[in-house]
């Protein structure tokens, strides 16, 4: 089977999520990597598509869209991982010539472009795909397969949290320039993490949040986005959650974690097993399943690389993010194969919703605010 | 050193805090049970006391308060290890007549009790020791030792959680049977283990709440009290916060987890893994400090038994309440030893404070209460 | 139930193991302690005697043995926690009087008094119980319970290991003095640690061992007994296994860890996590068998004094040896309660053979030999 | 830069391993395969090139060398990823034509293969790469730099164990098929994962073993190879060490761990945790440290595709060692850069010494052998 000719916007040399989604891309052979605009300084763009061995290098996405659309060898997707400001404008100029994108999230900065990305999606018969990394680990899968099949029975609490702690001082990283700058991120840890840990917690119980009550703070001085979140979470059916995102947790480099809770059992994962996942069924023995283990499901077993007890990682989590794409990608106009699925648009515009309901309730003292 | 004379009032055969209470009492020799109204049926106090070979048995506090007072070796501490709704009125009986109390938490059922309980402290020379357990493991008292010296810098975060799950279904134990009762207990998990959370976020970080917003939910069909509490803290100074009580969790059978963020550093404390401590100075690896071993600080070997490495729980946890009482008591009327301490009455009326403030906030929509 | 008597041979103030036995007899109110011969340095034996409050202290272990057996309320049980060399004369001055003996590990500290010491077992009425504390853990027992009743299948594999970090220098402290004088602990590692790896490794497996090769090493310069244990195991039946016993391993406090693999199961417990038991038959998911949990046997569930997730430890584990031994004393002379037990003569002499097949097979160029 | 031209032999769809290597050639964009002799059933040949989209398939790898190696376009290194026996054969087919190969582990099936091929690398001038997988993991290289720049001081004792629990019955699939085939694998476990944990061992320690004594057992009914391997090792200068190797431990899916012991500060490391590796100063706290985390070296810094925090696991793993195959082959003829290392002819040759002192040493009761 041939690859899928990629094109990319962003992710010139020494960009850290642009080589991330290059890596992704190549590690099923679902994906080869053509053409780029890589940077918006086209010296740099220039010497970046050399390094990664590009057929064609681009100044600017717009020119890469117009060109690439006419091409008979032209890309079929695009990868789009600028700062968050340089979501909208690219994935347009694709989404309106028929090439599918794959975007990094959050959906954009603003609410007003994520508006109009998403007239743009819906106006397209190409697909949007959102890169929401952690619902591509296997276990996390798993998780939500089991809650649907009933394993926990009714979901009655999530608990949700995403903790960082690079942040923990004034940071003058490249990274750390536009991800604390309000126009090009749009918001600080609520948007840039805390829209994992939103979609993780809808992801895996199945239910929505109806309400939420937030605490946003900026600790760090200087710092003009936020850097830490509180939320208390009412799902609709009458489930309770809490949500953390922070940036300024010292100890946690990366931590993901979500536990639900039913009426029969709980599931708990955390990034740092990440192919395990603890289970109980309530008055017996916790189990930790493990990704193509004993107790693996379908879900988990489908996008399992290696045997059991062979850790795969966040590579392989974005991966099978691509890997889903591919095969959306392949099935575009019929049917999706059995259990294909992908963050989408509809996902990029929730976390839109949490971003404002987040900002919204902060700031009128924590009401509780439907996203 | 001959040990304290110590009395008890509820914990006959088959209780669960009260054998509790006198392991934590005999562990380190520091008390001899010697008297006890052990249940309100005279029938099982009588078989209760034979038991654990009392030498003299009472069918009521009131009785036993009244002779033990007036004997000359009669005792000089009495644990009082009811339900909650039973603290206050034996509390009482023994303070007013000089004899040191040593209580279970949390304090009262009802604020007004709680009040009376406070005044007959004022006006009583004897000591008054609420056990709230948490707050005498070692490395507990580490964290906060290390909070207070600055190795973690100006807080701004405490995340504190309680997770049970033996309330998942209606419960028809003895145990459950006062705990989930209104009249006797109170209040549910926000009283139950939600003021131990409480009491540990403050202990450790040295700081005090001035407002919470919180979410009291009640899952069991039929249960008449809550079983799960969501809040959000404010901490004086800016420092914000989130505690989770639940009781109906499966998976988590006591957990119990702190974890406090400075400006400089992080500390991760957890039951399951009691002797250790993970500590972070930003920007350095991870520290696993231990009960005892490199990097523990003088809080934590005064309330360590064994070498590192030997682990220490539960009941060594209650045991060190007990000893400092002990020591407390021993010092009575003179200086306290350096570093002794222990809960009393300003923590118990803290954590009714709480209970009321996670009701009233949560009948108010999450409105933000001071507590 | 009134308390058994109990007086001590050794540890004066500032003894470690001294202490814990105190603190194990005192934990269950099963033993008071009345007598004692604390230390050969009679006027440390009296001050010593006085800080614990003891009714009658002495200036040797014949004098105490003699007037104690004469008096009416005679002590019932000692317990010698002596260095080895002084364990085989006191315990038999007891024994020979029908006083009950409960003696620290290993046995002796030279195959002649161990000889002569199981003699004097043979020829009294009176019980003779070692404390080999890990046995004394729950969930080590119900691993054993769990092998016997053939949860894993027949056994295959045992790895066993015991790790201390605390001689990996030259230590002059008084614990590290006499266990590396070959005259008072009569071998290193082998001895203090090696045999409460081996007494586990049958424990548990319900296995003999028939032969074993061993390689003894003496890392630290001067160090005069061996301080590291290499051996493979062949135990009857033909299931293998290997032993490692250190105490220069830096990173380990005091890590003892015991795995039994079967033909279709396998178990795995740590005491670091003492109050778990990770199972996994073969097949399926690996579960987590906890104290007083979900999946806890009987035998663990006697031994627990806490309900499940409330963390018991190393003093616990050591007081159930005592409990134990409380239970067996009270029944001394008709049938012992269903399920009690505890470590006595004949695992002493077996971890004397232990050591001296190591030290043999170490001499011999690792040559297999008959324990 | 362009990808380096890559064929495979062996890995037709089904097979695990060609898989794994197929992976790790693309991760990270240095190969491209482009040819390959995918099974001995042309039929079967075709079929996956096909899937792969391989624009040269051939029927047999000796063909493929000879065409391969007459084209402009030929390829420039080899994958070989078929059973043990078929290692040497194409290995030196390709060695003769001066196409680098990378050949998975253990070196051959027998000793004389593996000197033939030996004997073929000696004689060409390309590379030859073996794929000691954990060996590529960045904190498995991080301990060996932390070791052999005196961090830990003179090693005195190395544990090494690899165990699985797949072959615990017998075990009709593929996979097992040629693994215990003594004609096909040579070896049972000593070869297949004994030799991983052989060359961690020394890998890690910068030390080589001298002698070594070992029982091999095979514990399923009819199994014609060994599954569990017990071993001591004596290290040159003077450490002691303990390797165990098994496919027979029921909950252990995949373990590596490696412990290194020296005279001032030990290292753990555990695949399960593969992007921390354990840190103790004697004297001082026990540190975590992680891959691109504070305290990262050099070494593992270099090995690593992400921030701290965001696991990468057993592909990440082996895609190292191709990275680094790639950059051996790029630098060929020149200076190697700066710390690029892979395990070459001369860990396959000592893997193979290993399996025939085991099987020496097991066959005479155990005796010491010089590997």
Known sequence: MRALRLGMVGGGSGAFI???HRMAARLDGQFELVAGALSSDPERARRSGEELGLAR??????QMAEAEATRPDGIEAVAIVTPNHMHAAPAKAFLERGIHVICDKPLTATTEEARDLAAACEASNALFILTHTYSGYAMVRQAR????RGDIGPVRVVQVEYAQDWL???NASQQAGWRTDPAKAGAGAVGDIGTHAWHLAQYVSGLEVEALSAELSSFVPGRRVDDNVQAMLRFKGGARGSLWASQVAPGHENTVRIRVFGETGGLDWTQEAATQLSFTRFGQPRQILTQNG??????ATRLSRVPAGHPEGYIEAFANIYAEAARAIRAHGSV??????YPG????????AFIAACRESSANNGAWVAP
């Open 345 to 352: 648009i509809v996902d990029g515009m929730g976390g839109m």
């Open 18 to 20: 642009g080589n991330v």
């Open 145 to 148: 397969e089991m809650v649907a």
């Open 294 to 299: 004993a107790g693996a499901t379908g879900a």
């Open 168 to 170: 923990t001082e004034d």
């Open 57 to 62: 290098v681009y100044d600017d996405f717009a």
């Open 336 to 341: 999706l194969p059995d259990g294909v699925q």
